[in-house]
């Protein structure tokens, strides 16, 4: 059974940073792609970053790019979203999610039950 | 790319045939996926390719469409179904979703 569970998920103030991890069970995770999608409280679904299954492609929405950064450790079943420079608009329950293929197809198959970010002073 | 659902939500009963439509802002072959998300639960897959059902997913479900225009079908309503639809293209980036379908109980 594929299972993906998120940590890290906090309040933190503007201007703050924060990682988000999500280990990864049930298949084999150097063969997929690995993406966070975020919502907002209330509102639809962001794609926001994805890696491909080897770690060398990366894709950034254009609200994230330059402050947040996504890797992956296969030795480890882990993927990670290090946030920086976090902003009110940055509030959101995050989910990992896992592609379809090795690629950034951008299909989610998979998805974690979603860790919480606020960001408030 | 922009997705526009319609309608934004949908009253409907146990049994009866709904459609969600999803529009593209320009063309985006078959490359349209289609989730389910319950309240305070994750998305789930539901079609992919338009108009493949996911491993899993009641035959009650379907997708149709190609290039700008796009529908998800349930056929006979269940209980379990209400809940909120979005439709997502993954043609190009950014990979886009639509704003959401809310289908509730009449």
């Known amino acids: 059974e594929v299972q993906l569970v998120e940590s890290g998920g906090a309040l933190v103030q503007p201007g703050g940073s924060l990682r988000l991890s999500c280990s990864a069970s049930?298949?084999?995770?150097?063969?997929?792609?690995m993406h966070w999608v975020r919502q907002p409280p209330g509102k639809g679904l962001e794609h926001i970053s994805g890696?491909?299954?080897?770690?060398?492609?990366?894709y950034y929405a254009d609200s994230v790019k330059g402050r947040f950064t996504i890797s992956r450790d296969n030795s480890k079943n882990t993927v990670h979203l290090q946030m920086s420079s976090l902003r009110t608009e940055d509030t959101a329950v995050y989910y990992c999610?896992?592609?379809?293929?090795?690629?950034?197809?951008?299909?989610?198959?998979?998805w974690g039950q979603g860790t919480l970010v606020t960001v408030s002073s | 790319i922009q997705m526009t659902q319609s309608p934004s939500s949908l009253s409907a009963s146990v049994g009866d045939k709904v459609t969600i439509t999803c529009r593209a802002s320009q063309s985006i072959r078959s490359y349209l996926n289609w989730y389910q998300q319950k309240p305070e639960k994750a998305p789930q897959l539901l079609i992919y390719g338009a108009s493949s059902l996911q491993r899993g997913v009641p035959s009650r479900f379907s997708g149709s469409g190609s290039g700008t225009d796009f529908s998800l079908t349930i056929s006979s309503l269940q209980p379990e179904d209400f809940a909120t639809y979005y439709c997502q293209q993954s043609f190009s980036n950014p990979r886009t979703f639509g704003q959401g379908t809310k289908l509730e109980i009449k």
């Open positions: 999610v896992k592609d379809w293929r090795w690629e950034l197809s951008a299909t989610f198959d998979y």
């Open positions: 890696i491909t299954s080897n770690g060398g492609t990366t």
């Open positions: 049930g298949f084999i995770f150097s063969s997929y792609a």
